[in-house]
C-alpha cells in the first residue's frame, strides 16, 4: 500500500531533550516536506527536499533541521526543542509538481 | 510568500445544499490544489488544477481557477455530513534556484448540519 509513515503518533517531551520524528515513504518520491500546524495559522512549511542531500528552509526553519540520506527517508530533527514547538507535525511526499500524500500526523508536546 | 487564503474561514449549511469556498493567492503558479482534513489527521488531496485549466470536475466536486484575478473556487455538491471537514487550497510555484514550495491556506471549516 502506498503510504507515508511517520512515527511516533503522540509525544510528550522536556525541553532541551533531542528528539527525533520519523518519515518515511515507499512511492519513489523525489519531494519530501515537513509542515507544523497550529489553530489559526494553518500549515506552515518547516524543510523541504527535492530529492537526496538536497534540503532548503520552508517559512519556519528555526529550531529544526531536516536530513535526505535515502530518497525514501526525511527525519525531522530537534536538538534543543522548546515549548514554542508544541505543534501537530506532518510530512508529506509527492512526484515534482503532483499532488501530496501526508502522514498521520505527530502531536508533540514540549513541557 | 505565495500564501492562499482562504474564504470564509468557517462555512455551516444543511445536508443538500451545496457549498463554495474560495482561495486568493498573490503570485503566479505553477498549479493550485484543494485538499480535505478531518479533524487531526493528514490532509487528503482532492484536486489539481494547473495554470493552464479553468475548471475541472472530480465527482461532487468542482474546482475552478481564474489566473487574472489570482483566485480559485472549490464546489462540493449535495452536501453530505461526511463532508464536515477542513478544506485547504496550496498553491505552487518556482523559486529563483528552480525549487518547488507548496504553500497552504489557513482553511476554510465546513461544517454539514444533518
Known amino acids: 500500500e502506498a503510504q507515508v509513515t511517520q512515527n511516533p503518533r503522540y509525544l510528550i517531551t522536556v525541553t532541551g531533550k533531542k528528539l527525533t520524528v520519523t518519515c518515511s515513504q515507499n512511492m519513489n518520491h523525489e519531494y519530501m516536506s515537513w509542515y507544523r500546524q497550529d489553530p489559526g495559522l494553518g500549515l506552515r512549511q518547516i524543510y523541504y527536499s527535492m530529492n537526496v542531500e538536497v534540503t532548503d528552509k520552508g517559512d519556519v526553519p528555526e529550531g529544526y533541521k531536516v536530513s535526505r540520506k535515502e530518497k525514501r527517508n526525511f527525519p525531522l530533527i530537534l536538538e534543543s526543542p522548546s515549548p514554542n514547538q508544541t505543534s501537530l507535525y506532518f510530512c508529506?511526499?509527492?512526484?515534482?509538481?503532483?499532488?501530496?500524500?501526508f502522514g498521520s500526523g505527530t502531536q508533540l508536546s514540549v513541557l | 510568500s505565495q500564501q492562499g487564503e482562504e474564504d470564509p474561514q468557517a462555512l455551516s449549511i444543511q445536508e443538500g445544499e451545496n457549498a463554495t469556498m474560495n482561495c486568493s493567492y498573490k503570485?503566479?503558479?505553477?498549479?493550485l490544489q484543494w485538499y480535505r482534513q478531518n479533524s487531526g489527521r493528514g490532509l487528503v488531496h482532492l484536486i489539481l488544477i494547473r495554470s493552464n485549466e479553468r475548471e475541472k470536475h472530480s465527482g461532487r466536486l468542482r474546482v475552478t481557477l481564474d489566473t487574472s484575478k489570482k483566485s480559485s473556487s472549490l464546489l462540493i455538491t449535495a452536501s453530505r455530513a461526511a463532508d464536515t471537514a477542513s478544506y485547504f487550497c496550496a498553491t505552487d510555484g518556482w523559486e529563483g534556484q528552480g525549487a518547488q514550495k507548496l504553500v497552504f491556506g489557513q482553511g476554510t471549516r465546513l461544517t454539514i448540519n444533518p
Open positions: 503570485t503566479s503558479i505553477n498549479n
Open positions: 508529506a511526499s509527492s512526484f515534482l509538481n503532483e499532488k501530496l500524500f
